[in-house]
């Protein structure tokens, strides 16, 4: 089992930045992906980015160049830069190994 803590949420104004992290422990193999996903309320669960062990990386149309994943392999620790951030981002973010291990979320709100 992988179990992931997540941190780095909170609230800011309109384009301003936040930088989310995840940190994964247990069982975890050589060859993966990790990612992100949010949900606003009363909405579908949907892909942000994702990064493979290989670096590979995909966003989603809505965040390409404001946000930048990365990830730091001796710490098992993948991040989720935001920048020039609107109020369209504000949701619940949820960091995912495999899609098969989730985190238990973090609020980012963008609000002035």
């Known amino acids: 089992q992988v179990q992931l803590v997540e941190s780095g949420g909170g609230l800011v104004q309109p384009g301003g930045s936040l930088r989310l992290s995840c940190a994964a422990s247990?069982?975890?193999?050589?060859?993966?992906?990790m990612g992100w996903f949010r949900q606003a309320p009363g909405k579908q669960r949907n892909l942000v980015a994702t990064?493979?062990?290989?670096?590979?990386?995909h966003y989603a149309d809505s965040v390409k160049g404001r946000f930048t994943i990365s990830r730091d392999s001796t710490k098992n620790t993948v991040y989720l830069q935001m920048n020039s951030l609107k109020p369209e981002d504000t949701a619940v973010y949820y960091c995912?190994?495999?899609?098969?291990?989730w985190g238990q979320g973090t609020q980012v709100t963008v609000s002035s």
């Open positions: 995912t190994y495999n899609n098969k291990a």
């Open positions: 990064i493979s062990s290989s670096d590979i990386t």
């Open positions: 247990g069982n975890i193999f050589s060859i993966y992906f």
